[in-house]
């Protein structure tokens, strides 16, 4: 078994089964905490529609942090964006979404996806140089940060390094790539990246908080 | 040979391969003007698409000469409608195409005669008067 | 590897130019014959004269060819070679004293011609292979009475080098798929004191075939090998950086099936099973048929016939993106055994949970 047939087989399922068991156990875990009692009275009904409402509204800064937040804010934009449109309008990986979830869909032609795909770790540095900077990330930044970061940036860089053909031949330079994701999806339900799935129940939850407490949502 | 394909909207066949080769040819011009000196430009192993290598000849076109030559199998030399350039065409002893070129000079040089060949032709020659 | 045109063996046998000679080829023609070579070794039209030089001085080398579990495709492959062809390379380039397919004598006959070929040319034959060699059991193919693989070892005793025609030589081939009942096996799992040039592909492409036997001829010498042992002269490059649809894939243009508009209008065939990407083959620029067309230019996807085990890759039809992971069954029970952990640490966070309250 060569690499690349490593990397495509046993590796990737292995990833799979701890992605899948990971995500499950952290949701579960959570969710069946108990919830601390709110003992005041609450000024409105809250549902899940608040939990929804938050879910959205946390996507824009609000008015007193805009002009302090606006530069992270701006690369964090570039840096999701660009990170999911090369996963999901990248031609070769709908092929592969598609081999197992039968979904096809258009994408979008590679030269774009390339460019896109640059954008992504520049802005990724950015942030990363901004994390080593500023003196209030640098004291509260752990290992979880820089590692988190490391596992996301490392498949977006082997994976512009396939077409360039440099350093090792193609087969190597694919297998390196998947085994790249496989790290990530390894990494993905613990720790902050975990915040894929977990932030849709942190936003949510504060929304249906601050709706009971009648707080701006 | 293959057809062209109709159905591609495309009205000359394009994968890339005409213009470079024919920019390569401006320039082996410039060079045989300049200082005399030949090219050859070989068409094998180039990834030409449907129908291109046929654009291509067909864009060199015909001038005034066309040779034949019978060695080992048929060669087709012409002059292009650009003096100086020259298609040739190799086939074998069972008329299949073993090469292709583009060569640019004031002659080709296989249509000159050899010497070791001027040398047996004498020999035989002198024999006339023997 | 030493020039083999200097071994004692070959001294005594005529050189090329001298054949030709004989047989009324003018020097005129002789160029040509070296100006196609060129083109045929892929290289630049400028070596002509190196060519020239190199091909009055080569003695024409004894070449055994031995056939084995093969299906005779090479073989058939070879003798639809355009440059030159197969008439020329047998009576002229080469001398072919062994190929129990394509020659006359029969029996005991071949087989005396084959050990007064190996003896008058010790240390300079060429052994050229096509096939697969099975371990399992010596009587699933026998020549003349005697296994494949001692007629192998035997005949690659006093060989200059040994070429494996075919992805069944070079790689195991058909016979060396899965389950591989017959225990076949390469060339090289089996020699491993020659120097072994494989020309794989499934065929190999005819003018592939030549060149590597012409080259040989002219300069004396192997070519340049990758590490599987292929000239990289023909193997370099996978078909994948040399096809002519590649524009298609790079504009995200492919065709969904056999016969819709893009397959129609010559787009890639990526979603079609292609693997291109991952062949390495002369395929897309030296082609097929004296450069007429390719399977991907005919409207099919490439099969990698020209990698090891190019049967066991998944399926032909399969896009080579294609993930081949976790079982439905597996992630079931990954997602039950993340339950059960989740649960737990609920449990476990829940006790603490309580603990906190009970102290406020």
Same mark, same amino acid.
């Given at each position: ?112 996806? *390339?460019?896109?795909?640059? %954008?992504?770790? #520049?802005?990724?540095? @950015? +942030? /990363?140089?901004?994390? !080593?900077?500023?003196?209030? &990330? ?31 031949? *193609?087969?190597?330079?694919? %297998?390196?790539? #998947?085994?790249?994701? @496989? +790290? /990530?999806?390894?990494? !993905?339900?613990?720790?902050? &990246? ?24 | ?130 | ?360």
């Amino acid at each position: 078994m060569d690499l690349l047939e490593f990397a495509k087989g046993p590796a990737l399922q292995f990833a799979a089964f701890v992605l899948v068991a990971g995500t499950i156990w952290r949701i579960v875990g959570i969710l069946m905490l108990n919830t601390k009692p709110d003992y005041s009275e609450p000024r409105k009904k809250a549902g899940y529609l608040a939990a929804l409402k938050v879910i959205y509204t946390r996507a824009f800064t609000a008015p007193p942090f805009k002009k302090a937040t606006m530069y992270p804010k701006m690369m964090a934009y570039v840096m999701h964006i660009g990170f999911f449109m090369t996963i999901f309008l990248f031609v070769p990986h709908i092929v592969f979404f598609e081999g197992w979830s039968g979904l096809d869909w258009p994408g979008l032609p590679n030269n774009v996806i *390339y460019f896109v795909g640059v %954008a992504t770790v #520049i802005s990724a540095i @950015a +942030l /990363l140089v901004r994390r !080593l900077t500023s003196p209030v &990330l640098k004291l509260i930044s752990n290992f979880d940060d820089y590692f988190s970061w490391f596992v996301t940036i490392l498949p977006v860089v082997t994976g512009l390094l396939i077409p360039t053909r440099m350093l090792f031949s *193609y087969q190597d330079l694919l %297998a390196i790539h #998947i085994l790249s994701v @496989a +790290l /990530l999806l390894v990494w !993905l339900p613990f720790g902050k &990246l975990g915040h894929t799935f977990l932030v849709f129940i942190t936003r949510g939850t504060t929304g249906m908080v601050f709706e009971r407490r009648g707080a701006r949502t | 040979m293959s057809e062209s394909h109709s159905d591609n909207g495309l009205e000359s066949p394009f994968h890339g391969n005409v213009r470079p080769i024919l920019n390569e040819v401006l320039h082996a011009v410039d060079r045989l003007l300049d200082s005399g000196e030949t090219t050859t430009i070989d068409l094998a192993g180039l990834p030409f698409g449907p129908g291109e290598l046929e654009h291509l000849e067909s864009l060199l076109g015909t001038g005034e000469v066309t040779a034949t030559l019978d060695a080992l199998g048929e060669s087709r030399i012409r002059e292009t409608i650009y003096p100086g350039v020259w298609w040739l065409e190799h086939r074998n002893a069972h008329d299949e195409v073993v090469g292709r070129y583009i060569e640019i000079a004031r002659t080709p040089g296989i249509l000159s005669s050899q010497d070791a060949d001027i040398i047996a032709g004498r020999a035989r020659l002198g024999e006339q008067f023997a | 590897m030493n020039d083999l045109r200097e071994e004692d063996s070959m001294k005594n046998r005529p050189t090329v130019g001298e054949i030709l000679q004989a047989k009324g080829v003018s020097r005129r023609g002789f160029l040509k014959y070296c100006a196609t070579t060129a083109s045929l070794l892929a290289l630049p039209p400028a070596m002509v004269p190196r060519i020239a030089r190199a091909l009055e001085n080569a003695r024409r080398p004894s070449v055994i060819w031995l056939s084995f579990q093969e299906c005779t495709g090479c073989t058939e492959s070879l003798t639809r070679s355009a440059a030159p062809t197969v008439e020329a390379l047998i009576f002229d380039a080469i001398s072919l004293d062994y190929h129990h397919t394509l020659q006359a004598a029969a029996g005991e006959q071949a087989e005396a011609a084959r050990h007064a070929a190996m003896q008058e040319n010790d240390g300079g034959y060429l052994v050229l292979v096509d096939g697969s060699i099975p371990t399992g059991n010596p009587g699933f193919s026998t020549i003349a009475g005697i296994s494949n693989e001692q007629m192998l070892m035997e005949t690659v005793a006093g060989a200059a080098a040994v070429v494996s025609i075919g992805t069944c030589a070079s790689f195991g081939g058909i016979p060396g798929a899965d389950p591989n009942p017959t225990g076949a096996v390469s060339v090289s799992d089996l020699v491993k004191d020659k120097p072994i040039i494989n020309v794989p592909g499934c065929p190999p492409i005819p003018m592939v075939m030549t060149a590597v036997l012409t080259q040989f001829l002219t300069f004396g010498q192997l070519p340049e090998l990758d590490k599987l042992g292929r000239p990289l002269a023909f193997y370099g490059q996978t078909i994948h950086d040399r096809c002519y649809r590649r524009p298609f894939y790079e504009q995200g243009k492919f065709a969904e099936t056999f016969d819709d508009k893009g397959a129609k209008a010559g787009w890639c065939l990526y979603k079609l099973g292609c693997k291109g990407p991952t062949t390495y083959n002369a395929c897309a620029t030296t082609k097929w048929n004296a450069g007429t067309s390719f399977p991907i230019e005919s409207g099919h996807p490439c099969l990698g016939c020209s990698q090891p085990q190019f049967w066991d890759k998944g399926g032909f039809y399969e896009p080579l993106s294609t993930a081949r992971f976790g079982s439905k069954e597996q992630l079931a029970g990954a997602a039950i055994a993340g339950a059960a952990l989740g649960v737990a640490a609920a449990v476990a966070g829940r006790r603490r949970q309580a603990r906190y309250t009970k102290e406020a």
